[in-house]
């Protein structure tokens, strides 16, 4: 059974995020990220993904409506507690994050889009993983199950230090630390998947978006960015990243990150007509159980 790392940080204003990691990723690299949230006073949910924190097997059996499962189940158990919800997510993340704004824009708030990833089209990312798009035919053919693209330098970090430590935590075959050391060619394939159905959803997310983007993204080029900002219905900011590769969460850049996030979320007016009052809160919780 795979342990559960997600993890709550109690806030003070009322307001909160629920941040999502990426593809074979662990709600670690999201911590940093979370703290300066918590700072600045918002109650932060850090959700993990089904099949996500184990093994390679673990992530199999599992596809990206598992993924978004988990975070629409982590969703509506924050937006009770809360007056305003806003949802960030890295990666594929990000992509979770805007479907949810899409699908559900009653409860949205605002979303925090870091370093979107429709395609696997980064400098450091070989020509022989950006064909995705042929993975949903294999898999639907039942062929390269066992198929995997490991993981390489850079690793997502400038930050060389950091790079060692987290390639090593990689390898130590303890994927709860720092995901696992590659990605499954059937994950890939769901990916792609989600990605086609996120993009014909952009025009939904009317919730205001902070998109944030390396501009030397070594996974996912800055094209994914400008797709989100040319295609969201919902007013946009960009920051992007000139000291920092794909891992912004926890790159160089991470405080500058959490600062900016944290201004972007508190500044955003409020969408409810009145605040519900902690016994309505009650209610609701109540009967929702």
């Known amino acids: 059974m795979i342990?559960?790392?997600?993890?709550?940080?109690?806030?003070s204003n009322g307001r909160g995020v629920l941040l999502i990691h990426g593809l074979t990723g662990?709600?670690?690299?999201?911590?940093?990220?979370?703290?300066?949230?918590?700072?600045?006073?918002f109650t932060v949910q850090c959700v993990q993904l089904a099949g996500h924190c184990g093994s390679v097997e673990?992530?199999?059996?599992?596809?990206w409506r598992d993924w978004y499962g988990s975070?629409?189940?982590?969703?509506?158990t924050l937006r009770r507690e809360v007056d305003e919800l806003y949802v960030g997510g890295l990666s594929m993340g990000a992509l979770l994050a805007l479907k949810l704004a899409a699908d559900r824009p009653d409860a949205v708030d605002g979303v925090g889009v870091y370093g979107a990833t429709f395609r696997y089209d980064g400098w450091?990312?070989?020509?022989?993983?950006?064909l995705t798009f042929m993975l949903p035919l294999l898999k639907k053919l039942g062929l390269g199950r066992a198929g995997l693209f490991m993981e390489q330098s850079p690793y997502g970090l400038r930050d060389e230090t950091l790079r060692a430590q987290i390639s090593a935590a990689m390898l130590s075959g303890d994927s709860a630390?720092?995901?696992?050391?590659?990605?499954?060619?059937?994950?890939?394939?769901?990916?792609?998947?989600?990605?086609?159905v996120v993009r014909r959803q952009l025009s939904q997310v009317t919730a205001p978006c902070f998109i944030?983007?390396?501009?030397?993204?070594d996974v996912a080029s800055l094209r994914n960015a400008r797709l989100v900002q040319q295609n969201v219905a919902g007013p946009t900011e960009m920051l992007e990243l000139a000291n920092s590769y794909h891992m912004i969460t926890i790159d160089r850049e991470r405080r500058l990150l959490a600062k900016s996030s944290a201004r972007f979320f508190a500044?955003?007016?409020?969408?409810?007509?009145?605040?519900?009052?902690?016994?309505?809160?009650?209610?609701?919780?109540?009967?929702?159980?």
């Not at 720092?178 to 086609?196: D, I, Q, T, V």
Request: charged share 20%; proline share 6%.
């Open 212 to 217: 944030a983007h390396a501009t030397e993204d």
């Open 177 to 196: 630390v720092a995901g696992l050391p590659g990605n499954p060619w059937y994950s890939l394939a769901e990916l792609f998947k989600l990605s086609r």
């Open 58 to 63: 673990d992530l199999l059996n599992t596809g």
């Open 26 to 41: 662990t709600p670690m690299e999201m911590r940093l990220l979370a703290k300066g949230l918590h700072s600045a006073g």
């Open 267 to 289: 500044n955003l007016p409020s969408r409810r007509s009145s605040t519900p009052s902690a016994v309505e809160r009650v209610l609701v919780t109540a009967a929702a159980a």
């Open 3 to 11: 342990q559960d790392h997600s993890f709550k940080l109690e806030g």
């Open 71 to 76: 975070v629409s189940v982590a969703a509506q």
């Open 124 to 130: 450091a990312i070989p020509w022989s993983a950006r």
